[in-house]
């Protein structure tokens, strides 16, 4: 099973795919994580993205193409692939079926997460997440059971992202409008959109990705 999880920044792609991945042993493959990652190790593509996601705007095709293929190959994808902010364009989207196609596999649903603009502001300062384990969290909507220390591994030490202030979110803001929203139609054409209510609770938002990923 291949899916794609689309929504604007905040919709709770990440707090979604995570959900997948513990309990159908799926694989979350999320650019956003990837080229962080980079950024971290200071390679040359990290190099290359760093200015423009601190800008909140969108690193090339071409790269996240690459690492996404890349992340394709490896043996914890066998079971499930779930593309967490990618593809944010057409010509990404074009390419994924590339990808795919090349390796003899297809995509099954992409699960658009429809949320209002207004609570997306809100979600996405208050978003925090554990430095050790990368466990998410948020500061009114989910707090760690004992303040302080990470639910998953106990660790006191929590980070934020340097982009997820309330300027940068406007720009990505409309950075998904122009480029990442009219893939969907492209989508929809094929018969594989689902829709599933963002603005429930998380575990609500979780049970109706599940029915459909069960066929219910
Ligand atoms: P995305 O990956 O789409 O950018 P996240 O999954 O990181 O979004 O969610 C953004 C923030 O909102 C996180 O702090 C997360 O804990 C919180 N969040 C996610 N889903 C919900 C929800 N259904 N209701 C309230 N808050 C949520
Ligand atoms: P969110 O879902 O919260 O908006 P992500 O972690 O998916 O954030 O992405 C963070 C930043 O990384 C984006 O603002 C963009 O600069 C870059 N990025 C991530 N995925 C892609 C992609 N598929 N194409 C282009 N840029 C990307
Ligand atoms: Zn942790």
Do not use: W
Not at 57 to 81: F, N, P, Q
Not at 153 to 178: I, L, Q
């Amino acid at each position: 099973m291949n899916i794609i999880l689309l929504g604007p920044p905040g919709a709770g792609k990440g707090t979604q795919a995570s959900r997948l991945e513990a309990e159908r042993g799926m694989a979350q493959l999320s650019t956003g994580d990837m080229l962080r990652a980079a950024v971290k190790a200071g390679t040359p593509t990290g190099i290359k993205a760093k200015a423009v996601m601190d800008a909140g705007e969108l690193v090339s095709d071409d790269i996240v193409s690459g690492i996404i293929g890349e992340r394709l190959d490896m043996a914890d994808t066998a079971k499930g692939a779930i593309f967490d902010g990618y593809p944010r364009t057409a010509a990404q989207a074009e390419l994924l079926d590339a990808l795919l196609a090349e390796r003899g596999r297809k995509l099954d649903y992409v699960i658009e997460l429809v949320v209002d603009e207004d609570a997306l502001v809100e979600r996405i300062t208050g978003r925090f997440t554990c430095a050790n384990c990368g466990t998410g969290y948020h500061d009114k909507f989910k707090l760690p059971k004992v303040e302080g220390t990470c639910d998953v591994c106990g660790s006191h030490d929590f980070k934020r992202r340097p982009d997820d202030n309330e300027e940068t979110v406007r720009t990505r803001m409309a950075e998904y409008r122009a480029k990442t929203a009219p893939i969907l139609p492209l989508y929809e054409a094929r018969g594989l959109v689902r829709r599933v209510d963002g603005m429930a609770d998380m575990d609500e938002v979780g049970a109706q990705i599940a029915a459909i990923l069960d066929g219910q």
